[in-house]
């Protein structure tokens, strides 16, 4: 187990530290500043197209097809995957570990990583086929595969990039999307909801942590819970997640709003430490060992990847099934995805642990070592009445529906990295992962070390490289793509749609935008 954690901790200084943050804002910074900060200048149009259309039938009403799914119900799958964990303890963990700077950073990759995603999205739209099943499959194998891997001389190497991404993301669903997120909702589940007699039935010890038959029945109504969805494949998963998401997400940032102006006096030094904390060489808190800059940079841009995946080229994987035609129309869901995730989600919960008391904004001390119950914490200092832990009760329970809905949306992520690697055989060996996915959790619910945390994290990294590659790579199709949605759409002008790589897609989404009129 040493040895296996010295070569991940390796592995991922080099994948995150060296080289992944780095070309995480360099891809950002670039597809920025070639669509002329899109983010910003269009945010109206985007504003308009996403959260002003959730009336709009077309956009919100479910599609009889079974090749696709509404534009809300990929929305909510992909936030599904998105808004979890990661915004609750991951955030709290950046806190902890690079302090308050930290989530200064996660804005800024946030800010850049809103023309990843769309840049994602795009693409993803744009060489998207129909499966053996009759549904869109898209995502960053493909136009690695046949975006990148369609510039001379580098169709081998668009394949390679295709098949490592496919691997990298096929082992992350068990860890990011699984083991992970199971392990969470047991830790803040059995803190916040104590039941001493199946807590005192030890199964057996790791180190200082017992392993309990509370943390094994758990284990399995999820594994039961999940397993009832995933067998339902994608409009089930989809039609869990528009249900869950939208109400846990208004939820959520309520109880935080109520947490932050109880402490409103607070909310002042809270910002001041966020810009201050994140220039310094030293962080201002942390006694002589200080927090290195290169730490604060890294722990929020990871975190921030983390949380709102934009680069990860995942969440590509469920915005490909939209019922859309238009690439840049799923495009501006992407943007308003990081927005919701990182800009709003994120940044409640790290106002309300920095006003909140948990963490001494002097010190960087917590009161707790756990980054799984800071937030929990924070909470509970408020909705506490007498010795009821409403406060824990309530992230617990943020926490498992996030964090199940997590599960669900990685479990489609994996199903189609692995249909891209079986090929013909992909019909039999979806399913066959599937089961190994669910039975998966259970491993979740009893794990006593974070090295299947840590070792995901990895993962991340190696299926963000390749990812990042095919978007830098194919960055002025991106342009054209954008270019011409805007002369089209919002300028009015008289343009040949670009649509898909594919002549018989791109005839078929033509003709049915010129018959109806499609907006």
Known sequence: ??????????????????????????????????????QVRRIGHWMKKTVGSLFDKKVIGHTGEKASISQFQALCTALAATVGVGNIAGVAAAIMTGGPGAVFWMWIAAFFGMMTNYSENILGIYFRRKNQHGEWSG?????????????????????????????????????????????????????????????????????????????????????????????????????????????????????????????????????????????????????????????????????GVFSNEAGLGSSVMVHSNSNVREPVKQGLWGIFEVFADTIIVCTMTALVVLTSGVIDLNTGIPETNEDATLVADAFNSIFKIGGINFGKGFIALAILLFAFTTILGWSHYGTKAVEYLAGKNAPVVTKVYKVIFVLMIVSGALMTSSIAWDISDTFNGMMMLPNLIGVLSLSPLVLKLTKNYVDRRIKKRHVAPMLSHFPDIQEENARVIAETGED
């Not at 060296?18 to 002329?36: A, E, F, N, R």
């Not at 995933?230 to 947490?259: D, H, N």
């Open 1 to 38: 187990m040493d040895q296996i954690i010295t070569i991940n901790d390796a592995i991922n200084d080099i994948v995150w530290t060296k080289v992944g943050v780095w070309l995480l804002i360099v891809v950002g910074i670039v597809m920025t500043l070639i669509t002329g900060f899109f």
């Open 139 to 303: 995502g960053a194998m493909y136009y690695l595969q046949d975006g990148l891997g369609g510039y001379k001389g580098m169709k081998h190497i668009g394949k390679a990039l295709a098949i490592i991404f496919a691997i990298c993301a096929t082992l992350a669903s068990f860890g990011i999307g699984n083991m992970g997120q199971v392990n969470k909702i047991v830790i803040n589940f059995t803190s916040a909801f104590k039941c001493e007699f199946l807590s005192s039935k030890v199964l057996y010890s790791s180190g200082d942590k017992d392993v309990t038959l509370y943390m094994l029945i758990i284990g399995i109504v999820l594994l039961i819970l999940v397993g009832i969805v995933v067998i339902g494949g994608l409009q089930r998963i989809a039609s869990v997640a528009e249900k869950i998401i939208p109400f846990m997400v208004v939820v959520y940032v309520i109880g935080s709003f109520v947490i932050i102006f109880s402490n409103v006096s607070e909310v002042g030094r809270a910002f001041s430490a966020i810009f201050d904390m994140a220039f310094t060489k030293k962080a201002a808190w942390g006694g002589a060992t200080g927090v290195a800059f290169k730490t604060i940079i890294t722990q929020g841009c990871k975190r």
